[in-house]
């Protein structure tokens, strides 16, 4: 039976990816041919992009009941993509601040962050500490999501050249869509049947297996763009995909889960909420007050080893 979770687990995963990539394609080249800023394109169509697998797994965590999966991937995707995703795109090259994102896409970042930190103990959703995010929990982070594409569309369009969007025809744009829309619904409930059987098989807690194993796969997308765009020294698309996508997850993600169904809070340590607040904190305070507004490659260094012990710390507690 163990076999077949794993097959289901992976095939999920596979098709996942594989999906968001479609259709993050196929969406750029359409918002490309509606002259859509370079800008408008990274913080939504791209971060959303990336951001699918865990709005599938998420939402699909939330409608079949288990919820622990659910609030486990947003918070280990936010994480793995603060810490790890940022620190092994610091290593390849160091990551600069544009003074937009100083004043905007960070503070947003670390506002995410505090807001689930609050809801997770109740002092904005009413009941007692601890017990769950509610459906008003989930509809306030709609409410702080409505706030920031407002912000978002309010970005000037440039002059940019759109030969991405001439290049691929219309049919095709809708193939990447249709296409990639599938394999991510069909993908996502493969993968959450998997995940789910493998943490219960092992005797691992759904907080856990969606902090850890879910987090990090659904946050492969995230970790490809960034590497590559770090590679090719395109850092601000590295910064601007980790900073979109954790603000989609938390106001997005989490808030369309709760929505749906209430997201119970049992399973998870005030070591998990600190370390996505922390993760984002760090990046807000290198940002405004390192005297150089980049992560170097020893900063980067210290996000990736302290990913690596709160994995560590995870495994040990579990």
Do not use: H
Not at 149 to 174: C, H, L, N, Q, W
Not at 252 to 259: Q, R, V
Not at 305 to 318: D, H, K, N
Request: overall charge neutral.
């Amino acid at each position: 039976m163990i076999y077949l979770s794993i097959l289901c687990f992976v095939a999920g995963l596979v098709l996942v990816i594989l999906g968001a990539d479609w259709l993050t394609k196929g969406a750029s080249a359409l918002a490309r041919r509606f002259n859509i800023s370079e800008l408008v394109i990274g913080l939504t169509i791209v971060a959303l992009g990336t951001s699918l697998p865990e709005l599938v797994i998420s939402v699909g965590s939330a409608i079949s009941g288990n919820s622990g999966i659910a609030l486990g991937n947003v918070i280990g995707s936010n994480i793995f993509n603060g810490m790890l995703i940022l620190g092994v795109a610091a290593l390849i090259t160091p990551i600069k601040f544009n003074p937009r994102m100083l004043s905007r896409e960070i503070p947003f970042n670390l506002l995410a962050s505090v807001v689930v930190l609050l809801l997770s103990g109740s002092m904005l959703v009413g009941g007692a500490p601890g017990e769950q995010i509610t459906r008003y929990g989930g509809l306030l982070l709609l409410c702080f999501l409505a706030v920031f594409i407002r912000y978002t569309f309010s970005i000037p369009a440039g002059d940019e050249a759109e030969e991405e969007g001439e290049r691929m025809s219309v049919g095709k744009i809708i193939l990447f869509i249709i296409a990639g829309l599938a394999a991510l619904i069909f993908g996502g409930k493969v993968f959450v049947a998997g995940a789910t059987d493998l943490a219960r098989i092992l005797g691992l807690s759904e907080a856990v297996i969606g902090i850890t194993v879910v987090s990090a796969g659904s946050s492969l997308p995230e970790l490809a763009v960034s590497v590559n765009a770090a590679r090719k020294g395109n850092v601000g698309i590295a910064l601007g995909n980790v900073l979109g996508s954790n603000i989609l997850n938390i106001f997005f993600i989490l808030g369309c889960s709760a929505t749906i169904s209430p997201i119970a809070l049992d399973g998870f340590s005030s070591m998990d909420y600190f370390v996505l607040v922390a993760s984002s904190l760090l990046i807000y305070i290198v940002s405004r007050f390192g005297g150089k507004a980049v992560i170097n490659r020893f900063e980067g260094a210290l996000l990736v080893a302290g990913y690596v012990a709160y994995t560590t710390y995870l495994i040990m507690r579990a």
